[in-house]
């Protein structure tokens, strides 16, 4: 077989079997998994050439993809390594109605700011306990409510 015709097969299945169908449902995210991908593409001891492959510039800008994530082994060559891509360029208007795609937009955008107020526990603790103004006992305030 000629050299690249592997990963090119890869590629290709990968595009016609989770991306386009995502694209089609409106997805902002896609997922996955190496071992799948080798399996149906019928490719054995090939788990560093699909990872390869899945994480290749030509691979995203083709596909107008963003790897926000890897999950699996440090080495990354592994059938259980899972990719996680974010599906940019041309989104349709069923895309951007979907909850799902707002959600994905704005997951963590407070991450910064709790940080900066010593994490979410520490927040809501702080939240709690000056509730009732600072310094002032949520029993008093009971008292003189009866």
Not at 59 to 71: A, G, M, P, S, Y
Not at 75 to 95: D, P
Not at 99 to 109: E, H, T, V
Not at 112 to 134: D, Q, W
Request: glycine share 8%.
């Amino acid at each position: 077989m000629e050299r690249g015709t592997y990963s090119k097969r890869v590629r290709d299945y990968v595009r016609s079997e989770y991306l386009e169908p995502a694209r089609s449902r409106g997805d902002v995210t896609v997922k996955v998994v190496a071992g799948e991908v080798q399996k149906a593409v019928r490719l054995s001891n090939r788990i560093a050439l699909i990872c390869q492959a899945l994480r290749s510039k030509k691979f995203l800008n083709e596909n107008e993809l963003v790897l926000e994530r890897w999950d699996g082994p440090p080495s990354g060559m592994s059938t259980t390594v899972v990719f996680t891509y974010r599906l940019n360029g041309n989104l349709t208007a069923a895309a951007e109605e979907s909850p799902l795609y707002w959600f994905d937009r704005f997951c963590g955008i407070g991450k910064e700011v709790f940080a900066s107020l010593g994490g979410g526990e520490a927040f809501i603790r702080n939240e709690r306990e000056n509730f009732y103004g600072p310094g002032k006992d949520p029993a008093d305030y009971h008292e003189n409510q009866s």
